[in-house]
């Protein structure tokens, strides 16, 4: 039982270039998000699926897209990378509650992105 | 607007010395609050989920409480390895699909 893993853990990108944060999680969960992570701001969310073939937008969702066709995978694409989209890029997924709907957040280890 | 404010953002502690961490949020109607540790360079882990004013969860030192505005996780005799960043984070009962964090808190525990 792998959790959630994310690849790469390291990207660096120019400007302008495109590319692919992979997230999959082996839990069976229904509900996975995107989120950002910059220095004093927090845990943004960029776009959440609550299951496969639904996503929506969050907070940050401009410069990023996703798709959701298996409940395991939920990439997160830049169309074209720009420099404010430097940041630690975290992937989530969620168990379902019988108290509360959506419950604790199971997080990847992230992927630093750099972009010039 | 739903927002989540922590404070204080950074606490230094030595070893033993007990202390609180805050939570603060506006939320229109709540149906979860969390607590998550981060360590350097990894992501989140989940400690608490905390549903109604009044409710307490407890792991080791770490203790979480909850009244209508705010949260605290009291750290009890505090050890260096409690040293990370605590985030919270809340869900509102009107749009329960999005989860809203705080900057975090990050504590130092000095042996």
Redesign the interface.
């Known amino acids: 039982n792998a959790g959630v893993t994310q690849t790469p853990k390291f990207q660096v990108l120019k400007t302008g270039q495109s590319m692919t944060l992979q997230c999959a999680q082996d839990m069976n969960h229904e509900y996975m998000s995107w989120y950002r992570q910059d220095p004093g701001m927090g845990l943004r969310l960029i776009h959440y699926s609550v299951g496969a073939g639904i996503t929506d937008q969050g907070e940050v969702p401009n410069g990023y897209n996703v798709s959701r066709s298996t409940t395991e995978d939920f990439p997160l694409r830049l169309l074209s990378a720009a420099p404010s989209q430097t940041s630690v890029y975290f992937c989530a997924s969620t168990r379902t509650s019988g108290h509360a709907g959506y419950n604790e957040q199971f997080f990847g280890p992230g992927t630093r992105l750099t972009v010039l | 607007e739903d927002q989540?404010t922590q404070s204080p953002e950074a606490l230094r502690l030595q070893e033993g010395e007990s202390s609180s961490l805050n939570c603060s949020y506006t939320v229109s109607g709540l149906?979860?609050l969390?607590w998550?540790r981060q360590d350097p360079?990894?992501?989140?882990?989940?400690l608490f989920?905390l549903?109604s004013a009044g409710e307490e969860k407890e792991k080791e030192r770490l203790k979480a409480t909850l009244t209508k505005k705010e949260s605290f996780l009291h750290i009890t005799a505090p050890k260096p390895e409690d040293s990370a960043t605590y985030?919270c984070?809340v869900?509102a009962a009107n749009n329960?699909?999005?989860?809203?964090?705080?900057?975090?808190t990050k504590l130092n525990v000095k042996p």
């Open positions: 989540v149906r979860g969390f998550y360079g990894k992501g989140p882990e989940f989920t549903y985030l984070a869900q329960f699909n999005k989860f809203y964090f705080g900057s975090g």
